[in-house]
């Protein structure tokens, strides 16, 4: 119960502070108006374009204008930031996919489909040659020795 009327109490003046920043916004913008008419009726009593009013105030003017777009830039950065904050989904992880290594079996091969003339001898000990293993690998181990074992 205690922590309902805090919050009713905070709810409260909160409302009050909203009500008097809108009232202010209110009064600002009441008077932003009068004095933009009072400015437009001076101009036109003295015959002055407001291009030209502008252009002899064009220092202020700039700052004023450095100063609102400091201050939007700086209202969309924090929004950038926020967003870098969340935490990003977790990849999954890189497992590699268990390679069918085939073992071929020392001997001679031959009549392969990409080299019908080459001979090639394997030994007990040593590496393997690329393409028969790469052939015994696309067609399978018990096909590979059927077709291209010599002896």
Do not use: W
Not at 13 to 22: H, N, P, S, V, Y
């Amino acid at each position: 119960m205690p922590n309902i009327q805090k919050q009713i109490e905070s709810l409260k003046a909160e409302i009050t502070r909203l009500e008097k920043e809108q009232q202010k916004a209110e009064q600002q913008e009441k008077a932003l108006k009068e004095v933009s008419t009072k400015i437009s009726s001076l101009l036109k009593e003295s015959g002055v374009s407001f291009e030209s009013y502008i252009t002899h105030h064009i220092k202020r003017v700039s700052r004023v204008v450095e100063k609102l777009e400091a201050e939007n830039s700086a209202k969309s950065a924090p929004k950038a930031g926020k967003t870098s904050k969340t935490r990003r989904a977790k990849k999954p992880s890189r497992t590699s996919k268990p390679t069918i290594t085939v073992k071929i079996p020392a001997g001679r091969y031959g009549k392969l489909p990409n080299q019908p003339e080459a001979i090639f001898e394997v030994k007990e000990k040593g590496p393997r040659p690329k393409i028969l293993k790469a052939y015994a690998e696309e067609v399978g181990l018990e096909t590979f020795l059927d077709q291209c074992r010599m002896n």
